[in-house]
């Protein structure tokens, strides 16, 4: 039964990883043809004799071009700066609601949550009304007269940054309060009793104890910011590189799924070599504790 | 053109529902049909229509090309339609259950025959120019004394700059801006040239600094609102955002005119896919929409020509009559229309769109 239980998550993994990967790899080795679907196979049967063709070409012009590379550093520079700004905004949040009194800890977790009641996509449409020329922003500053002509807040890479961090802080705040709430009070007393003062007890104490939810909730916003679209599509500038729109490209204005699945490709590598990584350390961390 | 979220939805979009017996799935361009169009067809017919909307042929070639779109009736471009007729995504249309098919103006239908040889696959559903549409008054403070009739208006670098602060909004369509640049040069629209290319790119460059943004859609909003000055759009999209503005009372004027340069004339062509669940009911849609008064109310309502000769008397005079919409003999004879590329000549084309946009 147990074995079984340990099934689901393997099995859930193959579908939705594995497979689909598969799959991507197996376009990613193809050549592009106008046809439906648009590449040709890596199979052929003829006369009894199996042909399998592999084509690298589309891994080595990934490597001829410097757009991927820096397209590939460009999202992952946006990711890791907007996920420093929602642990500094988020951590002090999920603090404060970890502390609260229960009946209020309550309301206050729910306020974190209930953005997700509205659309994704009309949260980030909001933005662009919030912040364009004559939207609330500029309005309210050309009203109280800190402006002379309206700011250009959208279209820039401020305006992903917001909203990426305003997209994502739940997926911070929500890991990082389920260790801070787990934390034990009497050691926090334990070291004011030995005269730590409160930075101290904080640094000493507090962070390395949250460091599991401080983990957790990075890569919870910095996955999904690196292969995030939709955000910069809405609200960045046209010069925002990011990965995603190199291969919303590649898909679709050159129609190379070949080429466009070894973007992917090369992406979830990018992502899983840094996570592999982090996890090692962690396994070293756990079994160095006691 | 592409990068245009709602598009990007679309792709995820599903029919809303399965194709049972009388329901006509339809895909179409955003903002591109009269009210009454939809209703009118389904009294007519008892056919009921899920209706689903795209901006950006890229996104419809995409989803032909995966096949099983559960879609019976589709409204691609014709150069975008041709690529895609190749590939054996379409199936003809069949004439014979189309009565009102002789209202079309057989004159159209021989410029579409060349990228469709016999109007094989498409029926023509609205015709489009791409130019400059901008705010009047907004346009006339910063350059009193610019040529408004054309290109020069956006593509020489100093109006370019003048309108940077009100905001230059350009379609984030490679083909269709490298065409018009191309055009304003002198040289061939259609070009595969690589020098050719590098000329275009090189007159974008000059005023990439002063572009606010590339989108295909967003323009008709901000050039209501007065958020924007000016747009290089598609024709009848620039119009509704006069038409809306118009609306609203606030003051703002959109004024759309094809330069004396010329500009691309694009069509936009009813298919019917060859895995279409209800081919049946897509050809009933071609022949309901090809009644003059459904053509000519879809006209009146998003400011587009259209190929049905019958129709053209009852268009209103507001529509027939300007220049944007219905071109005059000789604006006509300045006009292009696109081709399909190369595979070979997107990928430079798209490469050469990233550097413009991103510098990189």
């Keep these: 039964m147990r074995r079984l239980v340990a099934l689901v998550p393997l099995a859930w993994l193959g579908l939705f990883f594995l497979v689909p990967f598969a799959v991507l790899l197996k376009i990613s080795l193809s050549e592009p043809a106008i046809a439906q679907p648009p590449f040709l196979p890596l199979t052929d049967w003829a006369e009894g004799v199996l042909t399998i063709t592999l084509n690298l070409g589309n ?17 992952v520079r946006i990711a890791a700066v907007s996920t420093l700004i929602t642990l500094l905004i988020g951590y002090p949040m999920a603090y404060a609601i970890a502390r609260a009194r229960p009946a209020r800890r309550t309301l206050l977790l729910m306020l974190v949550i209930l953005p997700f009641w509205t659309s994704f996509l009309l949260r980030v449409y909001a933005w662009i009304g919030i912040l364009k020329g004559n939207g609330i922003v500029n309005n309210f500053l050309l009203w109280i007269g800190a402006i002379d002509a309206p700011l250009v807040l959208i279209q820039t890479d401020f305006a992903v940054y917001l909203g990426i961090v305003y997209t994502y802080l739940p997926f911070m705040i929500l890991p990082l309060y389920a260790t801070l709430s787990r934390l034990d009070a009497s050691l926090l007393e334990a070291a004011a009793d030995l005269g730590a003062r ?90 160095a504790a006691p | 053109m592409i990068r245009t979220f709602p598009a990007a939805l679309m792709i995820l979009a599903v029919p809303a529902a399965a194709a049972a017996q009388g329901s006509l799935n339809f895909y179409n361009w955003s903002d591109y049909i009269a009210d009454d169009t939809l209703s009118g067809f389904e009294a007519e017919t008892g056919i009921d229509v899920n209706y689903d909307v795209f ?25 975008f339609m041709a690529r895609q007729a190749q590939a054996g995504v379409f199936q003809p249309i069949d004439k014979s259950q189309i009565p009102n098919y002789d209202n079309l103006d057989p004159e159209i239908l021989r410029i579409v025959s060349a990228n469709d040889e016999g109007n094989t696959y498409g029926v023509p559903y609205m015709m489009y120019s791409v130019g400059p549409g901008y705010n009047v008054a907004m346009v006339e403070e910063r350059l009193p004394d610019a040529d408004m009739d054309s290109w020069s208006l956006v593509f020489d670098p100093d109006n370019a700059a003048a309108l940077a602060d009100c905001g230059i909004a350009l379609l984030d369509s490679p083909s269709e801006i490298t065409a018009a640049a191309l055009n304003y040069l002198g040289l061939d ?13 090189e007159l974008l460059q000059g ?28 024709s009848g999209d620039i119009l509704q955002a006069k038409d809306r503005a118009a609306e609203a009372g ?87 229309s696109a081709k399909p590329h190369s595979a070979r000549y997107d990928r430079s084309l798209t490469r050469a769109w990233t550097a413009l946009k991103t510098g990189q």
């Excluded at chain 1, 891994?59 to 999202?75: E, I, N, R």
């Excluded at chain 2, 629209?189 to 790119?201: F, H, K």
């Design chain 1, 198 to 287: 409160p930075l101290t007890t904080f640094a000493t104490v507090t962070l390395p104890m949250s460091w599991p939810g401080i983990v957790a909730g990075s890569m919870l916003v910095f996955i999904p910011a690196v292969g995030e679209y939709v955000i910069p599509a809405l609200l960045g500038g046209p010069d925002t590189l990011m990965i995603g729109s190199v291969l919303w490209n590649e898909f679709f204005l050159n129609r190379d799924w070949p080429v466009a699945s070894a973007v992917a490709i090369v992406m979830v590598l990018v992502l899983a070599l840094p996570i592999a990584l982090l996890r090692r350390a962690q396994g070293r961390d756990g079994d």
């Design chain 1, 59 to 75: 891994y080595v012009f990934l490597g001829q071009d410097p757009l991927y590379l820096l397209s590939y550093l460009s999202s």
């Design chain 2, 250 to 336: 606030q003051g703002v004027e959109i004024r759309y005119t094809i330069p004396a340069e010329g500009a691309q004339l694009g069509f936009d062509m009813m298919v019917i896919p060859a895995d279409a669940p209800n081919p049946e009911a897509a050809h009933q849609f071609i022949n309901y929409f090809l009644q003059p008064q459904v053509t000519a109310a879809i006209s009146d309502a998003v400011f587009y020509a259209n190929a049905n000769k019958a129709a053209t008397d009852l268009v209103s005079d507001e529509v027939r009559t300007d220049p944007g919409i219905y071109p005059p003999e000789e604006t006509l004879a300045k006009m292009y």
């Design chain 2, 55 to 79: 901006d950006s042929n890229e996104v419809v070639e995409a989803r032909m090309l995966t096949g099983s779109t559960g879609y019976d009736l589709v409204v691609p471009s014709l150069e």
């Design chain 2, 189 to 201: 629209p259609t070009s595969e040239d690589a020098g050719d290319l590098e000329q275009a790119m």
């Design chain 2, 207 to 234: 005023i990439r600094p002063h572009i606010r943004y590339f989108h295909s859609s967003q323009y008709i909003n901000d050039l209501a609102n007065g958020d924007i000055c000016l747009a290089v759009g598609y």
